[in-house]
Structures are given as structure tokens and as C-alpha cells.
């Protein structure tokens, strides 16, 4: 497993070996002593999975409030998704600033967001399943969102009509949005 550090502190692009042959491919999607080797969080407490049906679809951007704010540690197992963080830190140099990274069925790469960041992924294909570690459980009353197109984060998205939930088309946008990650370690570099 390869960890290749993001400029937003604390996001990382996991690379997990895989062993390719004849039948098709063998990887470790989490090996707990490769975690802790690695620094990685390895306690997780939920995994979740979506099917996003079209290609288009939008999730985002969530995040939970503390003390439930979450670590996930996110993959494709078919489709391809454009994965969008962003820094909800308020002490963070990099606050407000949003990346994406395109995470495939084909390079297997992992995205760890971590607490005090919003998530969101757009699908790329028709059929994505996209499953997720978490390290705290979800609760809908710390369940928070900022509408995916937020006109002071401009996020670069795939597409400008994305198919959404009822709920995500009511977010709030980031200026009015509950924030409380004041006091999650921020590594001023
Ligand atoms: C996230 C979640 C949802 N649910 C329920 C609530 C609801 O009835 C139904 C669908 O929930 P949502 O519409 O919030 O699902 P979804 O839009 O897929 O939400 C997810 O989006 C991505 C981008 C994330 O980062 C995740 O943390 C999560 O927020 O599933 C759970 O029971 N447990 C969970 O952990």
C-alpha cells in the first residue's frame, strides 16, 4: 500500500498493491497492521455502500458535526466517481479550499477524508458502487450538507445537471452553513 499525501492536510490517496493474473486481481482493501505501519486511522465502526444507478449522479457535499464527525476512507469497487473534499476547518491555511480525484474500478486508489472535511462524489459511469469505512457512526442529527454547486467554492464538477436526492438539493450554501470544527488538529506546516 502506497500513501500519497494531498496539499489539503491529512487527505491522502491510498494505493493498495494488487496482484494481477489470469482470473483477474487480488487486493487488500484494509489490512489493520499495514494501516497502523502507515499512520492510518484502524478502527473503523461502520462500512457502507451506494449504488449510484446513472452515470451523473451527485452525493454531497455531507459531513457530520462533532462529537459524530467522521474519518472515511472511500473506494470504487465498479464505475468511476470524480471525489471532491473540502477543508471545513476554520483554522486550516487551506480552509475553504476544495480537491477532486478520480477514483475507478480500474486504479483501485482510496481516498481518506478526514474529520472536519465535507465529502461528495459525482458518478462517472452508469452502475458505480462505491464502498466506505467510517470511524464514528452515522447520526442524522449531526448530518449536515452544503449545496454542491456553492458559489464561493466553485467546485470544478464533471457535470452541470447532476441527477440528486431531495435532501441534497436543500443544502444550505457554505456561508450559511453549521460549522464546528474549530477544535479538530489542523498540522500547520
Ligand atoms: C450515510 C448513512 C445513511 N443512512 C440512511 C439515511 C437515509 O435514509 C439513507 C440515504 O442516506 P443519504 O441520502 O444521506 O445517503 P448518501 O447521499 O449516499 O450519503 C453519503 O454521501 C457520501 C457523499 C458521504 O460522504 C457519506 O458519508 C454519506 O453522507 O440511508 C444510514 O442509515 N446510515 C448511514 O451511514
Known sequence: MKVIESSLNGVKLLQPTVYGDQR????????????EDLGLETKYVQDNHSLSEEAGTLRGLHYQLNPKAQLKVVR?????????????RKESPTYKQWKGYILNQYNHRMLVV?????????????????????????????????????????????????????????????????????????QVL
Not at 487486493?27 to 489493520?32: A, C
Not at 470504487?76 to 471545513?88: C, F, K, P, W
Not at 467510517?134 to 458559489?151: A, K, L, T
Request: aromatic fraction near 14%; charged fraction near 30%.
Open 114 to 186: 478526514p474529520k472536519g472535511f465535507a465529502h461528495g462524489f459525482c458518478t462517472l459511469t452508469r452502475g458505480t458502487n462505491v464502498c466506505y469505512k467510517v470511524d464514528e457512526y452515522y447520526s442524522s442529527e449531526h448530518d449536515r450538507g452544503i449545496i454542491w454547486n456553492d458559489p464561493e467554492l466553485r467546485i470544478d464538477w464533471p457535470v452541470k445537471e447532476p441527477i440528486l436526492s431531495n435532501k441534497d438539493q436543500l443544502h444550505p450554501m457554505l456561508k450559511d452553513a453549521e460549522i464546528n470544527f474549530e477544535s479538530e488538529e489542523v
Open 24 to 35: 483477474g486481481f487480488f487486493l487488500e482493501s484494509f489490512n489493520e497492521r499495514s494501516f
Open 76 to 88: 470504487v469497487i465498479t464505475g468511476a466517481i470524480y471525489d471532491v473534499v473540502v477543508d471545513l
